[in-house]
């Protein structure tokens, strides 16, 4: 599987930001799709997730009320809504996606399939 973000950019604090992956190849074995990122410095860390149906997500605390996921299964994409954005939300993100919810989107371990590029996000003060 294919993974390639986009929607990344600058953007003022308490802004708004929409990232798209989109994953093209062989998508029949993924279960589960999500975003991690990583900022300067620290480790990557598992943002959001969500199901191969759409119907089950899972969020980090850091990030609950503020982001939401969703995807459109007829363009194979995933979507990260990010509002009320702060500094602490710069970061890259990453698309990633596994073959089992359970591990990736409950147990929040590192996802084993497919990764993305990575696409920027910087929220100034």
């Known amino acids: 599987v294919h993974l390639v973000e986009s929607g990344g950019g600058l953007v003022q604090a308490g802004g708004s930001l929409r990232l798209s992956c989109a994953a093209s190849g062989s998508t029949v074995k993924i279960n589960a799709m999500g975003w991690y990122r990583q900022a300067p410095g620290k480790q990557r860390e598992g943002v959001s997730c969500?199901?191969?149906?759409?119907?089950?997500?899972n969020y980090a605390d850091s990030v609950k009320g503020r982001f939401t996921t969703s995807r459109d299964n007829a363009k194979n994409t995933v979507y990260l809504q990010m509002n009320s954005l702060t500094p602490k939300d710069t970061a890259i993100y990453y698309c990633?996606?596994?073959?089992?919810?359970?591990?990736?989107?409950?147990?929040?371990?590192?996802?084993?399939?497919?990764w993305g590029q990575g696409t920027q996000v910087t929220v100034s003060s």
């Open positions: 969500i199901s191969r149906s759409g119907g089950s997500t």
């Open positions: 990633a996606a596994d073959e089992s919810y359970q591990r990736m989107c409950v147990q929040w371990r590192v996802p084993l399939g497919s």
